[in-house]
């Protein structure tokens, strides 16, 4: 029969993993929460100034998805498209504080015990 081929057979992994190390990254759901979708801030971008650097000279913006288009036909089906909506509707959802984070990794307030130290402070100050 002869051997099996197995040299060169996850030649693409490579690539794919340095792929996702350097692409350009996007807004964060609470960086446009916070920024982008204050009314001053959205007025400002959707109606930008010319720029020869950006895709459809920065004419066509999406606020919710902060990306460029090429043209407003390419807006409008991006607006139809479930893409658009499902972060239309992750961006409904209030945006994590660091309190919240901080209670999810246990490190908030609540449910911790009392150390000997606290207890001690808390009787004194009852006296």
Known sequence: MG???RSRTHHAQR???RAARTRARTKDLDQIQL???DP???A???AQPLDLEKPGLAQHYCVECAKYFESDH???SHWKSKVHKRRCKALKEPAYTIEEAERAA???KEGKRPTSTNTALEQEMTV
């Open 3 to 5: 051997r099996l081929r």
């Open 15 to 17: 690539d794919v993993h």
């Open 35 to 37: 920024i982008d979708l």
């Open 40 to 42: 001053k801030n959205r």
């Open 44 to 46: 400002a971008l959707e």
């Open 74 to 76: 390419a807006l409008q």
């Open 106 to 108: 246990g490190l908030g």
